[in-house]
């Protein structure tokens, strides 16, 4: 940013450098909200102006996507439109409409915005208006009360885009491949798409439904033409749980098979599994795994006691983790990641001193194969996000969620072999700020953007102040928006947008999460 602002240059394409502001569309994949202020950034350096009521007719189309768009009220002053779910179909859909505007000369934005609006899955804020109820008693801001549209065509909902088969759309074919070294720098393959599991906690679970797998030939069609064309020797078969592709072992011995024929191949293939379910993972898969540059492992119980696991749904015991992680040592692998989250709802202190517990006895199983056996827990603070049954719940406090991570900490000084790595609990903040925000939130965006905040997904970039300052500059109160629990007849900023799930169903499931209720895997 500093560079391109010093140099005067704009933002520009990475293929042919051509300025930004050549373009139509400016569009984001949003997988954060702390990337907020970085979408704001990047459409400053593309030459438009950062609020969509100033554009002109002849000004990029600022567009966005992603899971962290499915709450996209706090960008409302920003985006032009918002995708809503699966960008495959609806991408060419609003080519035609982009292609139909520039051809008439690009006259009249608002008519073409409230074209964009009509095509399913496409949000256009600007064709909505936000109106508030007056603060109650104490309180000090009054709840949202209604997202409206401004024109009869324009429709009061909008619900996702959803393709129905992921094999039609074997893409992408020709990746770019950096000239630097960077963050995940390898081939990535999306082998199905989709949730059945039900983590009340998981918007990505929630809001990806159905499942959908990519056809086992297809899955090593893509990798050995994908490999062959960037020159990687590494690859990541993605989704929510890769363990749970029907076809998963038979696949990894397929591309490890295919690599092994291809002439010029890399001679050991990593082959990665980013995300794996714990009752999922096999001695065959941890075998198969091995049989490349082994990396490490990575299992997500998520929380600490089993008691905890049925409020957040998810339905994995002792023995399961016990039994991965012995399949996984069993075949050579020496380190292990566990994954939790602190700050679920109904937690206790017993549940947070269980996670390293659970990690010491996995270490304790680890030694059983090598002297070299070690767990390191990550800790996570929970954030509450939109369309999940935890919508409701109020976060945790930052100063709540330093202890239980000091806890945890503290309790694993005594285990040998565990380490404990955490988030930001601070981090965490202002992520609640921006998650379950509404349009009010968009002020405090654009002032911790114009106060410096940049790349606020990045620790060493993070300052929690600048939120802090941003809240109380615009009147508006953390406790209000991230602490306190929400009541199933208050509007939420996203009610106006479906992601599949019906309201009733996430404040029954919450209910069950408060009584301590599982359900199966459906």
């Known amino acids: ?15 042919t450098h051509r300025a930004a502001s050549d373009f139509d ?11 907020y202020t970085n979408l ?17 007719d002849a000004d990029l189309v600022v567009i966005a996507g992603g899971h962290a768009a499915f709450n996209p009220e706090p960008l409302a002053d920003f985006l032009d439109a918002v995708v809503l779910g699966e960008g495959e179909e609806a991408v060419g859909e609003i080519t035609e409409v982009v292609l139909d505007w520039k051809r008439s000369g690009k006259g009249d ?3 073409f915005l409230r074209r964009l609006s009509r095509i399913p899955g496409v949000y256009v804020p600007s064709m909505y208006e936000a109106s508030y109820l007056d603060p109650v008693g104490d309180e000090p801001l009054g709840a949202l009360a209604a997202v409206t549209p401004r024109f009869p065509d324009v429709p009061p909902t909008v619900d996702k885009r959803t393709i129905a088969d992921l094999g039609e759309w074997p893409y992408p074919k020709h990746q770019l491949v950096p000239l630097t070294e960077v963050v995940h720098d390898r081939l990535s393959v999306e082998v199905f798409r989709g949730c059945t599991r039900g983590c009340r906690f998981c918007q990505a679970g929630m809001i990806t439904r159905p ?10 069609t893509m990798i050995a033409d994908g490999l062959r064309r960037t020159g990687y020797d590494e690859v990541s078969l993605t989704s929510l749980s890769t363990a749970d592709f029907s076809g998963v072992e038979p696949v990894l011995r397929g591309v490890l098979a295919d690599n092994a024929e291809r002439p010029g191949a890399a001679p050991n293939l990593t082959v990665n599994l980013p995300s794996l379910r714990v009752d999922a993972f096999t001695v065959g898969i941890a075998g198969e795994v091995n049989s490349g540059r082994r990396s490490g492992l990575t299992f997500a119980p998520e929380g600490g006691s089993w008691r905890l696991r049925q409020v957040i749904n998810k339905l994995i015991t002792e023995d399961d983790l016990y039994g991965a992680v012995e ?3 069993s075949q050579g692998w020496t380190r292990m990641k566990l994954y939790f989250l602190t700050g679920l709802p109904t937690e206790t202190d017993d549940d947070t001193l269980g996670i390293v517990e659970l990690a010491r006895n996995c270490v304790q199983i680890g030694k059983r194969y090598t002297n070299r056996a070690s767990v390191t827990v990550s800790l996570g603070g929970f954030v509450p996000k939109p369309h999940t049954p935890f919508q409701w719940f109020g976060q945790n406090t930052h100063d709540e969620l330093r202890r239980k991570i000091g806890l945890a900490r503290d309790a694993a000084r005594k285990a040998k072999g565990v380490q404990v790595k955490w988030h930001d609990a601070a981090a965490t903040t202002a992520e609640g700020i921006t998650s379950r925000g509404d349009r009010r939130i968009g002020a405090v965006i654009e ?3 114009r106060n410096g905040g ?5 620790g060493e970039h993070f300052d929690l102040q600048l939120w802090i300052d941003a809240m109380d500059a615009e009147g508006l109160s953390i406790e209000w928006f991230v602490y306190r629990h929400r009541d199933v007849d208050e509007i939420q900023p996203w009610d106006h947008l479906t992601a599949g799930l019906h309201k009733d169903f996430l404040w029954v499931d919450w209910q069950d999460a408060l009584a301590g209720s599982g359900v199966e895997d459906c």
């Open 25 to 35: 569309v400016l569009a984001f994949n949003l997988s954060s909200e702390l990337v």
């Open 40 to 56: 704001l950034n990047m459409v400053d350096l593309a030459g438009a102006p950062v609020r969509a009521a100033e554009r002109a």
């Open 327 to 329: 399949s996984a040592f």
């Open 109 to 111: 934005r608002e008519a």
């Open 447 to 449: 002032r911790v953007w």
């Open 211 to 220: 499942v959908r797998e990519r056809p086992a030939d297809q899955v090593r």
């Open 1 to 15: 940013d500093a560079e391109l602002r010093a140099e005067g240059l704009p933002l520009f394409s990475v293929d």
């Open 454 to 458: 940049l790349f606020q997904e990045w």
